[in-house]
């Protein structure tokens, strides 16, 4: 079993900065990929940004040039950062790790538990 804890949501104005981080841990042969997506009520889930093991990033048309993911292999840990963060940008952000438990085994999508980010204007 794989967990994914996240941290660093919060409440912020517009224009500020949030660091939402998570870490991933238990039976984790390797990570094929991390990312982080988000959800308001009434939508879908939606990628935010994402990153695979070789560092290939992807981002939302609506965060490009303003979120920066990273990740520390070694660490099994994603970073996000949000600068001249929006109102729109309220949500719950999700961690998303796809995991290869064992080797020759399929990976498999885990999901963090989710944490709230809200801008105010």
């Known amino acids: 079993q794989v967990q994914l804890v996240e941290s660093g949501g919060g409440l912020v104005q517009a224009g500020g900065s949030l660091r939402l981080s998570c870490a991933a841990s238990g039976s984790i042969f390797s990570i094929n990929a991390m990312g982080w997506y988000r959800q308001v009520p009434g939508k879908q889930r939606e990628l935010v940004a994402t990153i695979i093991s070789g560092g290939t990033t992807n981002y939302a048309d609506s965060v490009k040039g303003r979120f920066t993911i990273s990740r520390d292999n070694a660490k099994n840990t994603v970073i996000l950062q949000m600068n001249t963060l929006k109102p729109e940008d309220t949500a719950v952000y999700y961690c998303?790790?796809?995991?290869?438990?064992?080797?020759?085994?399929?990976?498999?999508?885990?999901w963090g538990q989710g944490t709230q980010v809200s801008v105010s204007s």
């Open positions: 998303n790790a796809v995991v290869t438990t064992r080797w020759g085994t399929a990976p498999y999508t885990y």
